[in-house]
């Protein structure tokens, strides 16, 4: 079946400026994540969600981080006034339950300039 | 303090060799242990997971695991050029969402 999707692929916006993440997770999988990763670092995590509601936050570093899920399957991760130190890889994963193995989708790259 | 370390690397092994990638972990009570594999540009797939002390192993990987001192270890055989990635440890966090944890990496070269 199709695996985790992303879009868009790379986002190249100006500083300030406000952008969308939007993530498509694997049918049928409740646990949702959304991680950062910059250049020579691993995966930092974000966000969680499990069905609907987001079940951690504590990984967003600033309230100008935001995410939602209001269905249950897609999510998006909203980045309001975006900032140079912003730009990173951000990769969802989703996983049948908390418990489960995550799988990652091909990520979203974004750059501030 | 870091959560999770890696070797960094980079390490560089002949084709044929023994990969040998070292991962140590801080919260004595995490359960679960990952490998994944990044390709550059690509995202981390999974090759392999380790709940209990000792081995594991699939195909050419063998996982090891001793929680007595927080430490788990890949070994990969007969290694092949197409090994050549970023190796990332994760450990599941316990309670609540059981993220997870990533070291830095470790950058393999399998020269042919």
């Known amino acids: 079946g199709a695996g985790v999707s992303q879009t868009p692929s790379n986002k190249v916006t100006e500083k300030g400026k406000y952008v969308e993440l939007r993530c498509d997770p694997i049918?049928?999988?409740?646990?949702l994540y959304w991680y950062r990763q910059s250049l020579g670092q691993g995966p930092e995590f974000l966000i969680y969600?499990?069905?609907?509601?987001?079940?951690?936050d504590s990984g967003l570093p600033n309230d100008r981080f935001f995410a939602v899920r209001p269905e249950g399957s897609v999510s998006t991760l909203k980045i309001q006034r975006t900032e140079r130190g912003d730009s990173a890889v951000y990769l969802c994963?989703?996983?049948?339950?908390?418990?489960?193995?995550?799988?990652f989708g091909p990520g979203t790259r974004l750059t501030v300039l | 303090q870091k959560e999770v370390e890696q070797n960094s690397g980079p390490l560089s092994v002949p084709e044929g060799a023994i990969a040998s990638l070292n991962c140590t972990y801080s919260d004595r009570g995490s359960q679960s242990f990952f490998w994944y594999r990044q390709y550059s540009g690509k995202s981390p797939e999974l090759i392999m997971s380790?709940?209990?002390?000792g081995d594991k192993e699939d195909g050419r990987f063998t996982a090891q695991l001793n929680k007595a001192s927080q430490y788990v270890s890949l070994l990969i055989r007969d290694s092949q050029p197409s090994d050549s990635a970023t190796y990332l440890c994760a450990v599941r966090w316990r309670g609540g969402s059981e993220k997870l944890v990533f070291g830095k990496g470790t950058k393999l070269t399998v020269n042919p």
């Open positions: 969600f499990q069905g609907t509601g987001a079940a951690d």
């Open positions: 380790i709940y209990s002390n």
């Open positions: 994963a989703s996983s049948p339950g908390t418990t489960d193995t995550q799988y």
């Open positions: 049918s049928g999988h409740t646990a």
